[in-house]
């Protein structure tokens, strides 16, 4: 059987993610440049190797010094890791449009095993017939198993940043 490749739609994809604020809000944030394909054996992409790798600098929160910060080697260490990549190892179904992606994540000089949780939108011809494939990729992840630790006390308790990374990610894709 041939194999299929797939190449990531950046005007319609998104790599977002979240993280506790002072232990009571969220901050979002996402990577704007980045790159994602996928090599399947059939369309509904069972057992599909799935790569990704993002530009680090390309980080934004919409505030120019969290940025900035998080830029410096107190969290990302952008100019010595500028980097993040995802090397799938299992792209099981486990239901109809519910699938469980597994794979190496390496970020900030660290590589370590994550699962995610995907929900396969499916396949269709856009309006100038090329096919494109769909799919929401949620997950989580702690920040310091991969070497991100930086953190300050408040007065009252707690810290300034979480330690769970909530992933929030849409990826279209079209055929090669």
Request: net charge negative; proline share 2%.
């Amino acid at each position: 059987m041939s194999t299929t490749k797939w190449s990531v739609d950046p005007t319609h994809s998104e790599i977002g993610f979240k993280v506790k604020h002072m232990m009571f809000t969220n901050v979002s944030g996402s990577f704007q440049n980045f790159e994602a394909t996928v090599a399947t054996e059939d369309e509904n992409f069972e057992n599909a190797n799935i790569t990704f790798s993002g530009d680090v600098n390309s980080v934004t929160t919409g505030n120019a010094d969290r940025d900035k910060h998080l830029l410096s080697a107190d969290f990302f260490d952008a100019e010595q890791f500028p980097k993040i990549t995802f090397q799938s190892t299992a792209f099981t179904k486990e239901s109809d449009d519910e699938y469980t992606l597994k794979g190496d994540l390496s970020l900030h000089g660290v590589s370590k095993p994550v699962t995610l949780n995907v929900e396969f939108g499916g396949t269709a011809k856009d309006p100038w017939g090329n096919l494109k494939a769909g799919m929401s990729i949620t997950g989580k992840i702690n920040r310091k198993d991969w070497g991100l630790s930086w953190n300050a006390g408040l007065e009252a308790g707690g810290v300034l940043v979480g330690e769970e990374v909530k992933f929030n990610i849409e990826l279209q894709f079209v055929k090669q």
